[in-house]
């Protein structure tokens, strides 16, 4: 059984930072790829960015220029450092292992 735990969430102002984790436990996998995606309010789950077991890393449109995905392999965790935040990139942000385990969520909300 695969766990993952998201944590870093929480309330920042326009233009702040936070740090994301997500720690992945349990026995029988191997990391082939890790995602972040987020779900604001009445709309769609969004991929934010991923890496790959290779360290490929792709960003979207949402995560450019101010996202940054990285990993700690001896601590299977992945994290995304989020800077100049927006109101807008409030959302439920959840991480998802090798395309098929979802973590449980951790809210960031930026104020303006």
């Known amino acids: 059984q695969v766990q993952l735990v998201e944590s870093g969430g929480g309330l920042v102002q326009a233009g702040g930072s936070l740090r994301l984790s997500c720690a992945a436990s349990?026995?029988?996998?191997?990391?082939?790829?890790m995602e972040w995606y987020r779900q604001a309010p009445e709309k769609q789950r969004e991929l934010v960015a991923r890496?790959?077991?290779?360290?490929?890393?792709v960003y979207t449109d949402a995560a450019k220029d101010r996202f940054t995905i990285s990993r700690d392999n001896a601590k299977n965790t992945v994290y995304l450092q989020m800077n100049s935040l927006k109101p807008e990139d409030t959302a439920v942000y959840y991480c998802?292992?090798?395309?098929?385990?979802w973590g449980q969520g951790t809210q960031v909300t930026v104020s303006s």
């Open positions: 998802r292992l090798n395309y098929r385990y």
């Open positions: 890496i790959n077991m290779g360290g490929s890393i």
């Open positions: 349990g026995s029988g996998f191997s990391f082939n790829a």
